[in-house]
């Protein structure tokens, strides 16, 4: 039982880059793995994110990002960055993370996804 509670509630994971892909000129898709080949990812429900865990001259920090890939398969996890101007983050990842970097991030997290048992089945969702 304690095994299966650390599989899906792991705390903070290790994962590390594999594949880097521009979107666009302001977004890029970030594929992330298990960087522990026996530490498998922790399940997750669309609408759910991770917390990025980045040290940016000496300051350490997190931002969260919503995971963009299937939660039908745990292989890896997907996330789209779009990058801030401005921000503090997002310009740094999008300048130096390179595939083959590996980051501290969060288990997956929020409660913004569908259950039927509590939402029913008449539903109206919009996006913006």
């Known amino acids: 039982m304690e095994n299966l509670c650390d599989r899906i509630h792991p705390g903070n994971q290790l994962l590390k880059i ?18 522990k080949k026996t530490k498998p990812l922790a399940p997750f ?16 920090t997190s931002r969260p990002y919503s995971l963009v ?4 398969q745990l292989a890896y996890y997907e996330l789209g960055i779009r990058k801030k101007e401005d921000g503090f983050v997002s310009p740094y990842i999008f300048k130096n993370v390179k595939v ?7 288990e997956p997290l929020g ?5 039927p048992i509590f939402h029913g089945k008449d539903l109206v969702y919009i996006a913006g």
Request: no cysteine; proline share 2%.
């Open 45 to 60: 429900r669309a609408g759910q994110y991770i917390g990025l865990i980045v040290e940016i001259n000496g300051v350490r």
């Open 18 to 35: 594999t594949d880097i892909k521009a979107l666009s000129h302001d977004t890029k898709l970030y594929r992330l793995v298990s960087a």
């Open 100 to 106: 083959g970097d590996i980051f501290e991030v969060t």
């Open 111 to 115: 409660n913004l996804y569908y259950n």
């Open 69 to 72: 890939s299937s939660p039908n």
